[in-house]
């Protein structure tokens, strides 16, 4: 049983584009929910995370918008570039005790030029 | 700084041999984790330890075992390899307090199938 459920599976975007990348939780204990990022080869690398106290968070071109009460969050990646494709998991986790993360299925993000 | 080193990077097994994964961290982290990587199912968690000498089970434990006897290392065992093993496995670390806490550093993983 998927605890986050993680959409669309894959996404080519322009260079200059918008990606927006969507999940779903249902355990509401979960109260950290961060976002990894994987380039083909590599192990994943934290690349941005929110709490639900706040409904957005924005580094550089990467934004979380956060919606405790539909309990969804998503990754927007502002003028997506060539470099941004790699595969995206969004993940939660419950901050008390070993943190452990439950991921998504991971989302294959192509920039075309 | 090599972070968290995984050995081996490659390994083919037939059904019923057995293989240990090795993962070494250097960042003196207490928390390491084992997930596995399939397609279509993102990273599940299979054990993870909390600290030198202490494992516990995570999501996918079965078929696996695990050892912390040194705190920058965290072995992963297969006793009796299955096809349904066949996947790429990762290691993570992360510190114990904090906001560190929260960032998990992964391993470059490792492939393994079982034939």
């Known amino acids: 049983q998927q605890q986050v459920k993680q959409s669309p599976q894959s996404l080519i975007v322009q260079k200059g584009g918008i990606s927006i990348i969507n999940c779903a939780y249902e355990?509401?204990?979960?109260?950290?929910f961060p976002w990894y990022q994987q380039f083909p080869g590599k192990g994943p690398a934290l690349l941005i995370a929110?709490?639900?106290?706040?409904s957005e968070k924005k580094e550089g071109r990467f934004t979380i918008s956060f919606n405790k009460s539909a309990k969804q969050f998503s990754l927007h990646i502002m003028d997506s570039q060539p470099g941004d494709s790699a595969t995206y998991f969004c993940?939660?986790?419950?901050?008390?005790?070993?943190?452990?993360?439950?991921f998504g299925t991971g989302t294959r993000l192509t920039v075309i030029p | 700084n090599a972070g968290v080193t995984q050995t081996p990077k490659f390994r083919v097994l037939k059904t019923g041999q057995s293989m240990t994964l090795l993962c070494a961290q250097d960042?003196?982290?207490?928390?390491m984790y084992w997930y596995r990587q399939d397609p279509g199912m993102g990273l599940r968690l299979i054990h993870y330890?909390?600290?030198?000498?202490?494992?516990a089970k995570g999501e996918v434990p079965d078929g696996y075992n695990v050892s912390r006897l040194k705190k920058q290392n965290f072995l992963l065992g297969l006793e009796s390899a299955a096809p349904s093993q066949t996947s790429v496995y990762f290691c993570?670390?992360?510190?114990?307090?904090?906001?560190?806490?929260?960032?998990?550093?992964f391993g470059a993983g490792t492939r393994l199938s079982v034939l």
């Open positions: 993570a670390s992360s510190y114990q307090q904090g906001e560190a806490k929260n960032i998990q550093y």
């Open positions: 355990n509401t204990a979960f109260d950290y």
């Open positions: 929110i709490r639900p106290d706040v």
């Open positions: 993940a939660a986790s419950i901050e008390t005790g070993a943190n452990n993360l439950f």
């Open positions: 960042m003196n982290h207490e928390y």
């Open positions: 330890s909390v600290g030198e000498g202490t494992t």
